[in-house]
């Protein structure tokens, strides 16, 4: 059965970091595109950083380049989403997502709470 757990999520003060990791199972994680998106109170879901298959071709939005770093180990079919220097503003639920042309799975979120 396709699984993708989120963890790593939680409060932290402005400035400071979080690590949010991605587990996969039940598909072909080497072969997907994995994508790290995230949703505010009252706002549209949004993309904030994609990997290639391979982990040689990444995406941010504008709005995290220069503080956030998407990554991912294909042995331990995990993800990673490094965010540096977080603002209020990256309070969200933050989503993973594996995509290929056979397959589209979402995980179930992970709060990410920045505020004093």
């Known amino acids: 059965q396709m699984q993708l757990v989120e963890s790593g999520g939680g409060l932290v003060q402005p400035g400071g970091s979080l690590r949010l990791s991605c587990a996969a199972s039940g598909f072909t994680f080497s072969s997907a595109t994995m994508k790290w998106y995230r949703q505010a109170p009252g706002k549209e879901r949004e993309l904030v950083a994609s990997?290639?298959?391979?982990?040689?071709?990444?995406n941010y939005a504008d709005s995290v380049k220069g503080r956030f770093t998407i990554s991912r180990d294909n042995v331990k079919k995990t993800v990673y989403l490094q965010m540096n220097s977080l603002k209020p503003e990256d309070t969200a639920v933050y989503y993973c997502n594996g995509a290929s042309y056979y397959f589209n799975y979402w995980g179930q979120g992970t709060q990410v709470t920045v505020s004093s």
């Open positions: 990997i290639g298959s391979a982990g040689g071709s990444t």
